[in-house]
């Protein structure tokens, strides 16, 4: 399952598997469905067919 047009500008934490092993996480809010805009304002795209598993992430 990966995030839907439905979760875009919500805040996210993506867990992508690490292609050299394990995971890397990403926090942020959902710009597209394959892109997350980190607090200082970066642009991380990913590919969804890494996603090990994601959630929207309440605010606080």
């Given amino acids: 399952m990966q995030p839907s047009a439905a979760q875009i500008g919500q805040r996210v934490s993506i867990r992508m598997h690490d292609p ?3 995971f890397r996480d990403i ?16 642009l991380v ?3 969804p067919t890494k996603i090990a598993l994601w959630k ?4 606080k």
Wanted: no cysteine; aromatic share 4%.
């Fill in 45 to 47: 795209e990913f590919d």
């Fill in 27 to 42: 926090l942020g809010v959902l710009e597209s469905t394959t892109a997350v805009r980190k607090k200082d304002g970066t």
């Fill in 20 to 22: 050299e092993g394990g």
């Fill in 56 to 59: 929207v992430v309440p605010s």
